[in-house]
């Protein structure tokens, strides 16, 4: 017997349909003997009907607010969950964040999970039942409600797998499994069987939405078994895996893209000393994440200085940046609100030199501009035009040998 967390996403839960098929499949593996524990998102386009609301009523609602009207949507999907597999004969019990004790931050919209106490769904457990926890919320030390961020129900997934100590953490979506990149984008990507944790890591923080990136950190940490698998069909998935296998890796796993970019340059700046400081503390000051930095080479005793965040911060950075540029005697500030991220990601960039020519080949025969390069050691990102992304992203799947051999 074992126990299995089982994450079901928007579009497994988004009809009573495809909520009696979940039941059905939460049935068949306890029929094997399991113990099972489910998370349910809201059913798709939910959470973000929701957002519309509560923004039309108040377009700077407070995030506190915010957080307690966008978790209704999991509230709805645990409790059909709930009722759809005590129909076909299995008991179930659904419960709220709150109710099973998922204490967080009180960072509202964005809350980092804490601590679970797994208690009453061990007594549950014990006694049959199946435990439907709602994904996405939690609780703060004074008792507000709080919500980890888009997709985190993947995250409460793997936080229960892992204070659980699961066998397995399988998370259930409408693909069935990781893909070489997003099916959606480039029709040739294939599945992966396995991908190692670490590349699991840099797909998701490179925008690969399929796992919410606290998910696979939280995997990591505590070693979660986990597995990524259709909702409508049977089959493997992706394994996610903690061992680097002896076997050849292939050079290059896999190919993430992200829409959500924008990029800010102040031109002419003094070349001296703490003008990168003095402008990046002014961004993180305002709150805002900054991804790649370029500076210029100096000229004149001026120098260029980039540097992407994320596209909801633009406005903000440009008016932080502006206002900064008259301090410093800069010459322009120049943003871009048109630009993309795509990254290649391989553990075997490690052992073989000739990654970044390769690439940057590719889209150079493809005449997309590179406007900026950042690596890591299993990763090279560059960021260039939002109008080149498919064609950036397909060409880069074809140099590297992933597209399908079908
Ligand atoms: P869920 O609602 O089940 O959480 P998501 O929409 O959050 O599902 O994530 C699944 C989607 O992730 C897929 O439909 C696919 O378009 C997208 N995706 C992006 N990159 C990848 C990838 N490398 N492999 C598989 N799916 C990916
Ligand atoms: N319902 C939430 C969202 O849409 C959480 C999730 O789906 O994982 O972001
Ligand atoms: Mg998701």
Do not use: W
Not at 24 to 42: D, Y
Not at 270 to 280: E, F, Q, S, T
Not at 374 to 387: D, F, L, N, P
């Amino acid at each position: 017997m074992a126990l299995i967390v089982q994450k079901y996403g928007g579009t497994s839960v988004a009809s009573p349909e495809r909520i009696q098929a979940v039941a059905e499949r939460v049935q068949r593996f306890r029929g094997q003997g399991h113990q099972i524990v489910v998370v349910v998102s809201a059913m798709s386009g939910e959470t973000d009907r929701l957002i519309k609301l509560g923004k039309a009523v108040n377009a700077d609602a407070p995030a506190r607010e915010m957080d307690v009207l966008i978790s209704t949507g999991e509230q709805v999907t645990i409790a059909l969950l709930a009722m759809a597999l005590e129909k076909i004969g299995c008991p179930a019990r659904s419960y709220t964040g709150y109710q099973v004790h998922i204490r967080t931050d009180n960072v509202y919209g964005k809350a980092r999970i804490q601590q679970i106490d797994e208690t009453r769904i061990r007594q549950d457990l014990d006694l049959g039942r199946v435990v439907v926890v709602a994904g996405f919320q939690g609780v703060d030390d004074d008792g507000n409600i709080t919500t980890l961020g888009r997709g985190g129900s993947d995250t409460t997934g793997v936080a229960l797998a892992a204070a659980l100590k699961a066998d397995e953490c399988q998370i259930y979506t409408d693909v069935d499994g990781v893909y070489t990149t997003d099916p959606r984008v480039v029709p040739q990507a294939h599945r992966l069987d396995r991908i190692t944790f670490e590349e699991m890591l840099e797909m998701a923080s490179l925008g690969s939405k399929v796992l919410q990136l606290r998910s696979v950190e939280f995997a990591g940490k505590y070693r979660v078994p986990l597995r990524v698998l259709s909702s409508f069909a049977e089959g493997p998935g992706t394994l996610i895996t903690y061992e680097e296998s002896n076997m050849e890796q292939p050079l290059i796993s896999g190919i993430a893209f992200t829409r959500d970019e924008a990029k800010l340059t102040v031109r002419g700046v003094p070349d001296r000393p703490g003008i990168a400081y003095h402008i990046l503390d002014e961004i993180a000051k305002a709150n805002i994440n900054v991804d790649m930095i370029v500076q210029n080479v100096g000229l004149d005793g001026t120098t260029d200085f980039s540097f992407t965040i994320a596209r909801g911060d633009f406005k903000k950075a440009t008016q932080v940046v502006q206002a900064l540029a008259k301090e410093l005697k800069a010459r322009q500030v120049v943003g871009d609100d048109n630009v993309v991220k795509i990254s290649v990601v391989g553990v075997g960039m490690r052992s073989h030199a000739g990654i970044a020519s390769r690439m940057f080949k590719a889209l150079a025969d493809e005449g997309i501009n590179i406007q900026m390069i950042s690596t890591s050691e299993i990763k090279i990102s560059v960021v260039v035009e939002e109008k080149y992304l498919e064609l950036g992203v397909r060409a880069l799947h074809n140099v590297f040998g992933l597209d399908q051999t079908a």
